[in-house]
């Protein structure tokens, strides 16, 4: 007999998570073993567990999420992430595809459907919701966005714009170092970097340019 799908959840809104979790149960496929609110948790458990499938919500306290997927990817390759989020802007869907995700979904889509991604994601295959997939173009080397995002924003690496937004969260420097898992020294380079890069030289100012280029929300 073949044995259940197993897939870890992660979304800070139990409420939502626990819906999700019934609805995947409804069916034999899946088996869901756990259920987090945190990025980081997820990771834990993920590299204990070692499941077919890891659900990230991108908005959610701590770790962020694109860092997990990278961090998930990279110790247990066989473990596909998917991304469940309320938000499409271009940079979101380009970082997913960088750290190889196997679907981007909305939360505007109903359960059923994120039961389907789970399902063409556990054989192998890729799923995006529709205005998602209507951005991708595949090419020779791979899925891309099919226009590249020109913002300052898109000079920055995925690191920085990580950095970045934990700046707009308010965390301090110390705060940030323990979350991404970087010494002090790190953070300050990368902190230096990206603001040598958009030419933005106040904390207040980087915030407010990170809420006007929509990556203070995630």
Same mark, same amino acid.
């Given at each position: ?8 959840? %992660? ?14 149960? +409804? ?8 259920? =987090? ?11 204990? !567990?070692? *499941? /077919?499938?890891?659900?990230? /919500?991108? /908005? ?16 247990? *390759?066989?473990?596909?992430? =998917? ?5 499409? !802007? /271009? ?6 595809? #960088?750290v190889s995700a196997s679907g981007y979904l909305t939360k505007g889509e109903p359960p059923a459907t994120l039961v389907d991604a789970l399902r %063409? =994601? ?6 995006? #919701? *529709? ?14 966005? +099919?226009?590249? *995002? !020109? #913002? ?34 790190? =953070?300050?380079?990368?902190? +230096? ?26």
């Amino acid at each position: 007999m073949t044995r259940p799908v197993s897939v870890i959840l %992660a979304d800070d809104h139990t409420l939502l998570r626990d819906m999700l979790a019934r609805h995947i149960e +409804a069916t034999a496929e899946f088996t869901v073993l756990a259920g =987090v609110g945190r990025a980081e948790d997820a990771v834990a458990l993920t590299f204990k !567990h070692k *499941p /077919d499938i890891v659900v990230l /919500d991108i /908005d959610m306290p701590g770790l962020e999420s694109f860092e997990a997927a990278r961090r998930i990817k990279s110790a247990c *390759p066989d473990t596909r992430v =998917v991304f469940l989020t309320a938000f499409v !802007h /271009d940079r979101y869907i380009e970082r997913a595809l #960088s750290v190889s995700a196997s679907g981007y979904l909305t939360k505007g889509e109903p359960p059923a459907t994120l039961v389907d991604a789970l399902r %063409a =994601v556990a054989g192998g295959a890729a799923y995006y #919701s *529709p205005e998602v997939a209507d951005r991708i173009v595949f090419t020779a080397e791979g899925m891309r966005l +099919a226009q590249q *995002p !020109h #913002s300052r924003a898109s000079a920055l690496s995925g690191r920085e714009v990580e950095i970045l937004r934990y700046l707009a969260r308010g965390m301090s420097k110390k705060q940030i170092a323990q979350t991404a898992c970087l010494s002090e020294r790190t =953070v300050n380079r990368h902190c +230096a970097n990206l603001m040598g890069k958009l030419d933005i030289h106040d904390r207040v100012e980087l915030t407010r340019f990170a809420i006007r280029e929509g990556l203070a929300d995630a």
